[in-house]
């Protein structure tokens, strides 16, 4: 049984968003602490992801958009990506913490 990703968003239901590609454009009202409508585009660019194929191999991986984490006090966005490709089986923690992984940009 697999669980649904919204199920690992720590957001509540009003705060979470549909799926975003990463170049959207926000508006925050009465957020930020000394502006009252704060303005501003996700940046565009993805990362590139490998996971592993097996036998030494790395597969490309699509990038998808987590989390936007907007801090308005702060003046910082940070946007957590993620990848992934189905599993020929369980793994082990360790094995996981071994297996081989590719992230640029």
Known sequence: ESLHPRFTN???PELQLPPMRGDEEV????MHPSIERWSL???GA???????GRNG???PTEPRLHTVM???????VTLVWCGSAPALRPY??????????????
Not at 27 to 30: A, E, P, T
Not at 46 to 52: E, K, L, N, S
């Open 46 to 52: 993805r990362p590139a992801i490998w996971t592993d």
């Open 10 to 12: 720590g957001a509540a």
């Open 70 to 76: 907007i801090e308005p006090d702060l003046e910082r």
């Open 27 to 30: 508006h925050l009202s009465r």
């Open 41 to 43: 585009r996700l940046p």
């Open 92 to 105: 082990l923690p360790v094995e996981l913490a071994r297996m081989p992984l590719r992230v640029e940009g």
């Open 57 to 59: 191999r790395l597969n």
